[in-house]
């Protein structure tokens, strides 16, 4: 508290003036286990995970105003085709991650006098599992802590992401992790206990909304008489590579099980639908490998549902 009463004091000395731009990138992540448990009494499912960051960003600029919030939104190299044009103008609001990370932050320190003036360039789709709108609300946490002179620990910061989603704390973490609970158990995995993998993700012409998914899933559960996984924390030598969002998904969307299925003949050592989808990724041991199955998608069956196919190392 004693550190919190210093920064609302001084806090004006930290920030430069208006006109001062600032920048940050936000990734994208992917799943390579994730277990799905039930349902609490906040309406969330518990869950165990195990993510990693892949090299895909949205770049978010921004600049601090006298009070007032603005957003824009604009496509990136990868969401340049017009099927994103109306997602992307229902993120361009006041409700947007980003705006309502800034909020929190400066609520915590009581600043009532600043806003931010925000310009994101989309790379990272919507409704595809990948944790673009974490990543992004992450970010500008990471960045005004940066600004603040690091006036919230890590933990504080972790604690204030969980209101923003159970995803976004993974986002505050530098390698891959394991998330259990409902998202706020965070335990950082030592580097390179997970191979380093080249991932091509697949991105079709549709997304699944995570509320969507877990709507699902609960139905397929229900219908056929079966129960939730039973969520405790594993070693990471435990962990399989599996995604329980796979038995619901691939039975309404065929052609994602049909990308996973010619990931694996191709060589991927590993291919999951990522999150609650709609993005199917597949890990390869080799550069050569994974660019070969990127070529190889010109003839497949279900490449006119591809809006990208791209080739991403591993952060």
Request: proline share 3%; glycine share 8%; with cysteine.
């Amino acid at each position: 508290m004693e550190r919190l009463k210093r920064y609302f004091k001084d806090y004006e000395k930290l920030i430069p003036p208006d006109s001062t731009s600032f920048c940050y990138h936000a990734s994208a992540k992917v799943n390579f286990s994730l277990k799905i448990g039930e349902k609490g009494s906040n309406n969330l499912h518990k869950i165990q995970s195990l993510m990693r960051k892949i090299g895909i960003f949205d770049k978010i600029s921004f600049k601090f105003t006298d009070g007032c919030y603005e957003i824009s939104v604009i496509p990136g190299r990868i969401l340049k085709k017009d099927i994103f044009k109306s997602e992307l103008e229902s993120i361009a609001n006041l409700d947007n991650i980003i705006i309502k990370a800034a909020k929190i932050y400066f609520k915590r320190l009581h600043i009532k006098d600043k806003g931010i003036d925000v310009l994101v360039e989309k790379n990272i789709p919507l409704k595809a599992g990948l944790g673009g709108g974490s990543s992004d609300g992450a970010g500008m946490m990471l960045k005004l802590n940066e600004i603040f002179g690091g006036a919230f620990s890590l933990r504080e910061l972790q604690d204030l992401a969980f209101e923003l989603g159970s995803d976004t704390p993974f986002f505050l973490t530098k390698g891959d992790a394991i998330i259990t609970g409902f998202g706020e158990n965070i335990y950082e995995i030592p580097e390179a206990a997970l191979p380093k993998y080249f991932i091509v993700i697949i991105i079709p012409d549709f997304g699944i909304g995570t509320k969507e998914a877990y709507n699902y899933f609960d139905d397929f559960l229900l219908t056929n008489n079966l129960n939730y996984y039973n969520i405790q924390y594993l070693d990471f030598k435990n962990i399989k590579f599996e995604n329980d969002f796979e038995a619901v998904i691939f039975r309404k969307y065929p052609m994602l099980k049909e990308i996973k299925d010619s990931m694996m003949r191709r060589g991927a050592e590993v291919s999951l639908l990522s999150g609650s989808g709609s993005t199917v990724f597949g890990a390869f041991k080799s550069k050569e490998t994974a660019v070969a199955y990127l070529a190889s998608l010109e003839s497949a069956p279900f490449n006119r549902r591809i809006v990208s196919g791209s080739l991403a190392t591993t952060l």
